[in-house]
């Protein structure tokens, strides 16, 4: 089982739609979960930390269940520049917080 | 965060030679660590190269084909040796900025392609 799962996509949504996106992860002992952007041909970028308490950043809303170890990505109301690929991160203790990416949920959002 | 620069941003090399690619940190960061993005796959952590001790590697790397320095707080490089094809990937460093909670920031990447 890969330690961090993200259904690859892509994800065809249009201007202003709702689109979440879901991360399951292995190690139930992870501590630390991020949400990264990477656009093409660039390095991922962090979005947003997510915390159990689950957090909100303007259009983007982040939840986490430590019980079903699921993560979740909400954005609402899409723009053109949300297309990107969505990288799920968590941390594994090997000694530090290794981070461990999941392979990426694109997303397209077309006029 | 942190502003981070890698050189070169691309290079094309032949097989058997070596690459040395350098990374610079705007501010002193203990945690710096490389990654390799192959194409279209992910990030998979090559190792850890933290200042004053040598680099910890992940498996499926050894020190002989990725040799790692950190002489100072705000840079490291990375040279990829005896490349060969399957070495074509982007490169990318990263550092964990002090006071947040694990999060890393990435440089710009080195994309390298292996004839």
């Known amino acids: 089982r890969k330690e961090v799962e993200q259904d690859p996509g892509p994800f065809n949504v249009p201007e202003g739609a709702t689109v979440a996106f879901n991360c399951t992860y292995s190690n139930s002992a992870s501590q630390s979960f991020f949400w990264y952007r990477q656009d093409c041909r660039k390095e991922p970028k962090l979005l947003m930390s997510v915390y159990s308490s689950g957090n909100e950043d303007g259009r983007f809303t982040a939840q986490l269940n430590r019980a079903s170890q699921y993560i979740s990505l909400l954005i609402r109301d899409s723009k053109l520049s949300d297309s990107a690929t969505y990288l799920c991160v968590v941390t594994v203790n090997t000694g530090f917080q290794k981070l461990v990416f999941g392979t990426g949920t694109r997303l397209l959002v077309s006029p | 965060s942190a502003v981070i620069s890698q050189k070169p941003s691309r290079d094309i090399c032949q097989r058997g030679t070596s690459l040395t690619i350098q990374c610079q940190v705007d501010?002193?960061?203990?945690?710096m660590f490389w990654y390799r993005q192959q194409p279209g796959q992910s990030l998979t952590l090559i190792a850890t190269a933290n200042q004053g001790s040598e680099a910890t590697y992940e498996s499926g790397f050894v020190i002989d084909k990725f040799p790692i320095s950190r002489p100072n707080l705000t840079f490291s490089t990375l040279t990829v040796s005896n490349m060969s094809p399957e070495d074509s990937s982007i490169y990318l460093c990263?550092?964990?900025?002090?006071?947040?909670?694990?999060?890393?920031?990435f440089g710009p990447g080195t994309r390298l392609t292996v004839l």
């Open positions: 990263s550092v964990e900025v002090a006071d947040t909670y694990n999060e890393q920031f």
């Open positions: 501010s002193q960061v203990t945690m």
